[in-house]
């Protein structure tokens, strides 16, 4: 069965104070690693999909990497509009997988002024 | 540009009443569809996915169902509702074809709650 764990489930920050969140995900052959912002009461955004180990995509002040077995995503700066919840899911190889996206919990994200 | 709509955006209903939640997509043809629900302290999960017209697979199963009419119009109903059909739900769509490896798009959600 899939799994993906994120860490930390929440995590404070002062405006300007880089940090990462992990993704941590158990896959029988990854297809697609997903990462999404979601904002209270809405539908998640999404921002990165990655591929394969090594991969790296960047978005204004969010970077995000892949490993074989986790992924990161990196927060240069935060500005107090980055805070959200961000969601990790992952896509399996495999028939009767294809179309399944297997979601964390999240990580909620606060960046005080 | 493609958009994704839902509707109603928030409802209250009884137990034992029936449901009836829709989403349009507009800006693409014969796109994928998906039905996720979202409950408090747990991650999406998927309960319908449609690769075309009438073609419906449900990976869990439940009070709920998922029909799909029109080439961008998936609904999801229910005929009687239960206390734990309370949630978030979101629909998204992703390109046609491709196995289903594109990125899926969320609408807005709809918010029920059961009472």
């Known amino acids: 069965e899939d799994q993906v764990t994120q860490s930390p489930e929440a995590l404070r920050l002062q405006e300007g104070e880089s940090s990462s969140l992990n993704c941590s995900y158990t896959v029988s052959g990854l297809r697609g690693l997903f990462w999404y912002r979601q904002d209270p009461g809405k539908g998640p955004e999404f921002l990165f999909t990655l591929y394969s180990a090594g991969e790296e995509k960047e978005k204004e002040r969010l970077k995000a990497t892949l490993t074989k077995k986790e992924s990161f995503l990196h927060i240069t700066a935060p500005k107090p509009e980055d805070s959200a919840t961000y969601l990790c899911a992952v896509q399996a190889r495999g028939s009767g997988s294809n179309y399944k996206l297997t979601f964390g919990k999240g990580t909620l994200l606060t960046v005080n002024p | 540009s493609q958009t994704i709509h839902q509707w109603p955006a928030t409802l209250v209903q009884p137990v034992g009443s029936p449901l009836s939640l829709e989403c349009t997509v507009e800006?693409?043809?014969?796109?994928?569809l998906y039905w996720y629900r979202q409950a408090a302290g747990r991650g999406l999960q998927l309960l319908f996915y449609?690769?075309?017209?009438?073609?419906i697979s449900s990976e869990v199963p439940q009070n709920l169902s998922a029909s799909r009419p029109q080439d961008r119009q998936f609904i999801l109903s229910s005929k009687k509702l239960l206390l734990s059909d309370s949630g978030f739900y979101l629909c998204?769509?992703?390109?046609?074809?491709?196995?289903?490896?594109?990125?899926?798009?969320f609408g807005p959600g709809t918010r029920l709650t059961v009472l």
């Open positions: 449609s690769v075309g017209i009438g073609q």
């Open positions: 998204a769509w992703s390109a046609p074809g491709r196995g289903g490896t594109d990125t899926q798009y």
């Open positions: 800006g693409t043809s014969n796109p994928n």
